[in-house]
């Protein structure tokens, strides 16, 4: 980085210029994480956005082969990290589907709604970077403040704030915590204004307005051409959310609006997550108030590690089981299958090939992020590097989702 | 508005100054620095490091103007030359791969200039060593401080309206000229 | 004897300035940092001292042990250079700047200012446009391109904005017909400013913090795109003096904005306060303000900020001097 390279010298009447190679990140502090772009600039316009990925690669999939399937439930927080429910609900319906078997309804409707708050969480943190990374630090810390209450719920159910880890094939891995629902409750009434909050501090300020709108704009057919899902394809017009038009688990028994908007800049992007946060709260509110009683698992004892505890030291079957399951993991069927959910950021989508053994033959994961990422090629009037900057943060994508 | 005088620290600078050998001191101590960073705009290599000098040359003329008792001409030479123009040159400078030409020394072409340099610098210690006017150079111009903005303004917008406007046209001129010039690469 | 008197006191006054603008950053980090944590919902430093009063030290300390980390290939001596630049024209400044008519004590009387110059406006306004060189020098020696980049965003915008920042004060100089600060504040003392110049006012405000570099226009050293500016390659003690040009500036900044448009040390004559104080309320007001909006507002685009300096606040203030004349005839 000391020297200057010199790409190709622009001859013009005798004088010629160089286009500056700028390298933004691994290591800075609007990347998001380990991405490098490689940036081609002239002078403050940036001619070429060149992406270089791979700084966090862990061979999430490479490992997957040599882990069994509830093993890799922990690998499957490693993905997103701000939403781990969402991958790892992703990752057990591809292998519940394997199996051909439900999760008991309760259990479908502790995953919604885990899924739920993680989304919250992790569009929170994207409400409050993209004000950061445009120069208003203030909004990130303001939606730390909520994003820490969503953490502590999460903690109060499964003890872990960022790698969760809670969903099993055939269900989660515990009931819900005593005194759960007056926390849901409490914080579904106050999160509504947050939002509003937000929105009084951002979205009506003429200079964030002015940084974000038309900036980065992509078409809807662009956005279809790139692969985009999630608020990146919503923000761009196109009406689809596979919650709604393929919808898992219970999702067709809920009541929530899809939010499109128009433009396809990086004002809509922001403005879109702002809003699904708020569906997302109604849709927390109904799966607290549908809930029904029952198993929190599957009762299928070649799948299900069993659930009653004083059983595990007088049953003699109950102890083998448990142990086999421990040691060996459950075999699935040969057969493959693709199966995707919306997770917060997109289409998140899981491939499984099995052999019939305990580990997958093969497991492909289909990234939203890696995929998102690509529009920042995509993008029209993008001329300026702070406009880089703006349309990375409004694209939120997590590095450690595009590496694998 | 006409306020009652104070005390004030000029006062007592002044009272200083009135020794006459400070002052000449002080005018060679500037003048000295004036030749010597002029010098090294010229003999320096980096062109970061003569503009620079530069620099410094002007901040010495501006104090040898407040000598003279001009101190409106000192920091307008301050705001404009130091204050914009040489930014300006430095801003140019900047964007040029300097380190290149850090190596190349005086060139073969360079050879004429040198001849007219000598013719020039002949004249002028011949006009200088002819005229009788050294010694009154280093005296003060005048305690007269105070007014010295007001007369500025009435002799330039009274006694010569005329070439003040037709400067401004030329001014104007120019910068019609360089925005045409730079609309024309763009296309 | 009595022109030893006058320097001594001179000396004596100038030793005093220095002092407390070498002092004064400390205070005012704490502050900073107090203001920002409680826009932001937080406590802030807390835990050096009592809420943290003694950060400021533990800080400083820090900056001093820090390794001095001179990039390669950079240029040493105006590397080296370049913090001492940054910092010499906020002091030079507070030459001009009174804070005060004058005061007696022990029988003698003492000016509140360094020196009265019928040029000092000019003056200000020139020396504060040599800050401009240590930001560029800094960026040019680092050899590095987010340095480079930043510094040409901070030559474009420091000549951009030393325009309209010029031409709003004409304003108020042709209400006082004089450039003489003391003069400036004293036609004030019936009316301030403000109320006959609040475009003057609003322009000045805006270009003023465009000079002082800070948000919105904080792009030189915007840490969303360029890491940290031109400042990016420097450490421990060369870093320090770039922090402490940037609060000297914004404290003369804000004690420019009360000598010309909030009327100096004139108070409101309803309560009775000695007229440093009133000046001191008024100064801290401003950098509180300064403050304020630093953690409230997003940053401009380069292009943005150019259109703002050339489109709007130029003929704004242009309109200032119009307006300011046609009144006065």
Redesign the interface.
Known sequence: ????TVLDEIEQDGKSTQE?L???GPQ???THGVLRLVLE?E??YVARVDPHIGYLHRGTEKLAEDFTYTQIIPLTDRLDYLCPPSTNQAFVLAVERLLDIEAPERAQYIRVMMTELSRISGHLLIAGAL????????VL??TM?EREMVLDLLEMICGARMHTSFCRVGGVREDLPEGFAERVREFCEIFPQRISDYERL?AR?R??L??TKGIAVITPEDAIDLGLSGPNLRASGVDWDIRRDCPYEIYDRLDFNVIVREGGDCYDRWQCRIDEMRESTRIIEQCMRDMPQGPFQTDDPKVAFPVDKALLSCSMETQINHFELSAYGFKVPAGEIYSCVEAPKGELGFYIISDGSEKPFRMKVRAPSFVNLQALQGASNMD??????AMLGSLDPVLAEVDK | ?A?TP???????IR??FQGGTMETAFFLLFAGMAVLSALVVVVAR?P??SA?SL?VCFVQIAALFILLGS??LA??Q??VY???VM??F??VI??LDVRKDVHVRFRASAVPALIVLVILGAEMLALLLGSGHIPALSAAAGPD??G??KELSLTLFADYLLPFEVASVVLLVALVGAIVLAKKETG | ME?FL??G??VGKLAVVIAILLILPIPLTWIERKIAGH????LGPMRVGWHGLLQPLADGIKLLFKEDHI???A?R??FTLAPIIALVPPFLVFVAIPIGD?ITLFGT?I?L???????GL??I???A??E??GV??A??AS????A??G???T??Q??SY?IPMGFSVIGVVML????SL??IV??QAGLWNIVTQPLGFFVFFVSGLAEAQR??F?LPE??????AGYHTEYSGMRFSFFMISEYLIVVFLSALMVLLFFGGWHGIAMIPLPPVVWFLLKLSFFIWMFMWLR??????????LMSIGWKVLLPLSLANILISGVFML
């Open positions: 980085m000391t020297d200057v500056v700028l390298n933004l800075h502090p609007s600039m002078g403050e004000p950061m990374d445009v120069g208003a630090m203030t810390l303001y403040r951002v300020n200079v964030f002015q940084r300026y590097l702070a406009d880089v900057v | 508005m306020r104070r005390t004030d620290s000029g006062a007592a009272i200083v980096n970061v490091h620079l620099m101190p409106f920091v307008i301050i705001f130091v204050g914009a930014v300006l430095l801003f900047m964007m401080v105070a010295s903005v | 022109s006058a320097i006191l001179i826009i932001q919902q937080r990039p390669v290939e240029d001596f105006l004058s009387e000016t200012y360094l020196a009265d110059m019928n040029v000019l003056y306004l020139a020396v446009g040599i401009v060189y560029i020098l960026g040019w050899n590095s391109k987010y480079v980049l510094s040409l965003r030559c474009a420091m000549i030393e006082a017909q004089s450039m003391l003069d004293e036609s948000i919105p904080d915007a840490e969303g795109d360029l890491g953690f409230t507002f997003p940053r401009y685009r380069y292009d943005q």
